[in-house]
């Protein structure tokens, strides 16, 4: 909404995600966890909360748009950088129970951010 560059304009992404678990030790298969458990994890999280979903600002005027033309949209407390959807990632598999280390998501295949926390 105050962004000066052309992310200010309505527009989507199709991005690759790479989520990181950490653990002291190994289970009992030699693992840290079972990759098929975070990927249906995350699978959930996408397909509930953004696959051809608008994220959009709490704040921001389309929103009544949206609503009269009973248009699929998710509002947020922030604008949906991807910075924010790491975080809601993160998040997301951390309350699943996994003990993340990070969640990465590259909008192009030079661009990308981390969310982690100490």
Same mark, same amino acid.
């Given at each position: 909404?105050?962004?000066?560059?052309?992310?200010?304009?309505?527009?989507?992404?199709?991005?690759?995600?790479?989520?990181?678990?950490?653990?002291?030790?190994?289970?009992?298969?030699?693992?840290?966890?079972?990759?098929?458990?975070?990927?249906?994890?995350?699978?959930?999280?996408?397909? @509930? +909360?953004?696959?051809? =979903?608008?994220?959009?600002?709490?704040?921001?005027?389309?929103?009544? $748009?949206?609503?009269?033309?009973? /248009?699929?949209?998710?509002?947020?407390?922030?604008?949906?950088?991807?910075?924010?959807?790491?975080?809601?990632?993160?998040?997301?598999? @951390? +309350?699943?129970?996994? =003990?993340?280390?990070?969640?990465?998501?590259?909008?192009?295949?030079? $661009?990308?951010?981390?969310?982690? /926390?100490?």
């Amino acid at each position: 909404m105050n962004h000066q560059g052309k992310c200010r304009n309505l527009h989507g992404h199709s991005v690759k995600a790479a989520i990181t678990i950490k653990q002291l030790e190994l289970n009992d298969d030699g693992m840290v966890c079972d990759f098929s458990d975070i990927r249906d994890c995350v699978d959930e999280f996408i397909e @509930k +909360q953004l696959d051809h =979903n608008f994220l959009l600002h709490e704040d921001d005027p389309i929103i009544p $748009a949206f609503i009269a033309n009973n /248009e699929r949209y998710l509002a947020i407390k922030s604008h949906p950088t991807a910075e924010v959807i790491s975080k809601m990632i993160y998040e997301y598999i @951390k +309350q699943a129970g996994f =003990n993340v280390a990070n969640v990465t998501i590259w909008e192009t295949s030079s $661009a990308s951010a981390c969310y982690q /926390e100490d």
